[in-house]
């Protein structure tokens, strides 16, 4: 597998963003990381908002304050959550979307996941090209010494497969400047924590699935990969992209330190 490449939400414009996906067609797929803060807060979540709202054609994952961006963009409120999740796991349900494709749900099923968030999605305010794919399966919150993860290795593996830019062009984006409503009011229990597009491949995950702790955690990013490439396959697009130019990528961003600029 090609390792990603990761990019910091303040240290790209759009038009370099648009550069590698477009032009050099250098990505097949984005994650939109976690990350502290708020989606309607441009320091926090730089451009983000604007790939979200422009890469209709490309699959994008976006977890934690990425599911939220993409809530946010659509027009979904995004809300302080009855109390905040701090390190803790919750079970839960899903509705068979592929994302969790050979994935148990519910209530002692084994799918626990680990919550860090203060903000959510509120589920009634969920637009009708958003669908809810899965939400809290109990009130009940568990421990890490719940957790009898059999497989504690990280997705990506080491972290010294990440290639990581720096380029020093920085900017804010405000495009989307909304305030945070009160705190929400779920129906019963039941938290959202994962939407999906109707039309476009783009999916949000409210948990971590990344943590060591989150059961499945590894199935949901191949779920994502197949995604990704059944996508592209029905995409002319997808048969031009370069999908082992992060070699290229990674050399251009040492000969261009100061950033990657466009004419």
């Known amino acids: 597998a090609v390792p990603p490449v990761v ?11 648009y550069n590698w996906v477009y032009k050099k ?26 790939i979200l709202c422009e890469c209709g054609d490309i699959p994008i994952l976006g977890v934690c304050l990425g599911h939220q961006a993409l809530g946010l963009v659509h027009g979904a409120k995004i809300v302080h959550a009855p109390e905040a999740i701090h390190g803790r796991l919750s079970e839960i349900e899903h509705n068979g979307c592929y994302l969790f494709n050979h994935i148990p749900s519910g209530i002692n099923s084994g799918f626990k996941v680990v919550r860090y968030h203060s903000l959510v999605i509120e589920a009634s305010s969920l637009p009708e090209d958003l669908v809810s794919i899965a939400w809290t399966a109990s009130p009940k919150m568990l421990s890490f010494l719940d957790s009898d993860q059999p497989d504690n290795t990280p997705f990506w593996g080491s972290l010294n497969n990440l290639s990581i830019t720096d380029p020093s062009e920085r900017i804010n984006n405000g495009e989307v400047p909304i305030t945070i409503n009160n705190t929400s009011k779920p129906d019963g229990h039941k938290i959202v924590m994962g939407i999906k597009h109707s039309s476009m491949p783009h999916y949000g995950v409210q948990f971590h699935p990344e943590s ?29 992209r370069k999908v082992h130019s992060i070699g290229q990528f990674c050399r251009s961003m040492q000969l261009c330190p100061e950033g990657l600029v466009t004419h």
């Open 7 to 17: 990019v910091r939400n303040d240290e790209w414009a759009w038009r370099d963003v």
């Open 25 to 50: 067609r250098a990505f097949d797929n984005i994650v939109i990381s976690p990350g502290p803060g708020s989606p309607s807060c441009p320091t926090d979540i730089g451009v983000c908002l604007r």
């Open 212 to 240: 060591v702790a989150t059961h499945y955690g590894r199935q949901i990013f191949q779920n994502f990969k197949r995604i990704t490439t059944d996508f592209g396959s029905q995409s002319s697009l997808f048969q031009e």
